[in-house]
């Protein structure tokens, strides 16, 4: 498996910004598909945004145009820029890595948006 942490969560009033990012612990990450999940209380997960080998992308309806995901091969990072936040992107955001015959699950961070 492919050990993954998230970091960069908190507490953000409306309109306000974050930045996750998603540090892997081998270097096959350069040979995975990246993704952000998020998962609301009560709610079922789902996917926010992810990014391909080559670094195409695709995003949830609900956040496009306001979230960019992006990575850094070099260092083994995938990050999820956030701006424009509301209450409703509220959740636990958990990284996800796919390929190589993996797919591994971060802890999850928590992102709060609220006045």
């Known amino acids: 498996q492919v050990q993954l942490v998230e970091s960069g969560g908190g507490l953000v009033q409306p309109g306000g910004s974050l930045r996750l990012s998603c540090a892997a612990s081998?270097?096959?990450?350069?040979?995975?598909?990246m993704g952000w999940y998020r998962q609301a209380p009560g709610k079922q997960r789902e996917l926010v945004a992810r990014i391909t080998i080559s670094g195409h992308t695709n995003y949830a309806d609900s956040v496009k145009g306001r979230f960019t995901i992006s990575r850094d091969n070099a260092k083994n990072t995938v990050y999820l820029e956030m701006n424009s936040l509301k209450p409703e992107d509220t959740a636990v955001y958990y990284c996800?890595?796919?390929?190589?015959?993996?797919?591994?699950w971060g802890q999850g961070t928590q992102v709060t948006v609220s006045s």
């Open positions: 996800n890595a796919l390929g190589a015959g993996l797919n591994s």
């Open positions: 081998r270097s096959l990450f350069s040979a995975m598909q």
